[in-house]
T-cell receptor, first 112, second 114 residues
Framework: DVKVTQSSRYLVKRTGEKVFLECVQD?????MFWYRQDPGLGLRLIYF???????EKGDIPEGYSVSREKKERFSLILESASTNQTSMYLC???????????FGQGTRLTVV | AQKVTQAQTEISVVEKEDVTLDCVYE???????LFWYKQPPSGELVFLIR??????QNEISGRYSWNFQKSTSSFNFTITASQVVDSAVYFC???????????FGKGTTLSVSS
């Protein structure tokens, strides 16, 4: 059974904290993605990675960074959390090709 | 401009009704793929179907069916005899390059009451 696992389902952090969201996939997929989901806005792409140590900005990268040191792991970093980063964060992976993307269960982050 | 438009924000139906979720896309590529995902209250996106741009054949899977029309750039999803368990947010998505990020619509929230 293929899996994308996000380290936390729920997180509460304080404004200004550095926050790490972790994502691991066990399918040996080359491509990994971080999306943010907000009501009425759908899924918006934050960052993606096509290979280890490679990263590309998505549509809304401001305030975020990423790290991919190993093929199976893709981390999203909020350098200094702000209340407008309160959201649902979804990690996905996809094989190089025209296959579907597989998603993790999501992390609901609240910044207070 | 939105590349994937799901004009219906919310739909409410009563069990056993048929319901169609609309999806209109925009792309200049001749090769592309379209997808539908379901997001139940638990939050995880569940893949439903993938369709390539060269295959306009309609597809049926149980109570689900999909109608792909390149002439109108639409990829609509119909649930026949809806059930309460169909209540979820449904997303349509577009892939313009192999392996790249899917481009999602804003989603349609379907509520099915008993």
């Amino acid at each position: 059974d293929v899996k994308v696992t996000q380290s936390s389902r729920y997180l509460v952090k304080r404004t200004g904290e550095k926050v790490f969201l972790e994502c691991v996939q066990d399918m040996d997929h080359e491509n990994m993605f971080w999306y943010r989901q907000d009501p009425g806005l759908g899924l918006r792409l934050i960052y993606f990675s096509y290979d280890v140590k490679m990263k590309e900005k998505g549509d809304i990268p401001e305030g975020y960074s990423v790290s991919r040191e190993k093929k199976e792991r893709f981390s999203l970093i909020l350098e200094s959390a702000s209340t407008n980063q309160t959201s649902m964060y979804l990690c996905a992976s996809r094989r190089q090709g025209w296959t579907e993307a597989f998603f993790g269960q999501g992390t609901r982050l609240t910044v207070v | 401009a939105q590349k994937v438009t799901q004009a219906q924000t919310e739909i409410s139906v009563v069990e056993k009704e048929d319901v169609t979720l609309d999806c209109v896309y925009e792309t200049r590529d001749t090769t592309y793929y379209l997808f539908w995902y379901k997001q139940p209250p638990s939050g995880e996106l569940v893949f439903l179907i993938r369709r390539n741009s060269f295959d306009e054949q309609n597809e049926i899977s149980g109570r689900y069916s999909w109608n792909f029309q390149k002439s109108t750039s639409s990829f609509n999803f119909t649930i026949t005899a809806s059930q309460v368990v169909d209540s979820a947010v449904y997303f349509c998505a577009l892939s313009e390059e192999a392996g790249t990020a899917l481009i999602f619509g804003k989603g349609t929230t379907l509520s099915v009451s008993s």
